[in-house]
């Protein structure tokens, strides 16, 4: 990831509208931020939400509030609390993300 063509700014997550992705079940909120080929996102999962579908995309991930599981397509489960993070390349790990209790999350990709 190169950071290039970004002038230094402040965001406040509080003023974005989140954008609502229903999971197989459950939901997530999104509040993003796009700075050229960089997104940034506020995540917020409701209790008991399960992803719809296995992401290959690439991230760098950011548990802030509550218990985030991810499970690996090879059927390893990582646990996130607050304060723990993951990070993965595009392709390199097909994951999809689930939680019991909700999480709350910073995530670049």
């Not at 989140?18 to 909120?29: I, K, L, Q, S």
């Not at 296995?54 to 802030?64: A, D, P």
């Not at 595009?90 to 689930?98: I, N, Q, T, V, W």
Request: aromatic letters at 10%.
């Amino acid at each position: 990831m190169r950071l290039s063509d970004i002038p230094f700014g402040t965001t406040d997550w509080s003023s974005i509208a989140p954008t609502e992705h229903p999971g197989e079940r459950g939901v997530a909120y999104w509040r993003t931020q796009q700075f050229g080929d960089i997104r940034v996102r506020m995540v917020e999962y409701s209790p008991g939400y399960l992803a719809d579908h296995w992401c290959t995309k690439g991230h760098i991930l950011l548990c802030l509030d509550g218990v985030l599981h991810t499970e690996l397509d090879d059927g390893q489960t990582v646990t996130l609390t607050p304060g723990m993070s993951y990070q993965v390349a595009d392709g390199a790990a097909p994951h999809r993300s689930l939680t019991d209790v909700g999480a709350n999350l910073f995530i670049v990709d």
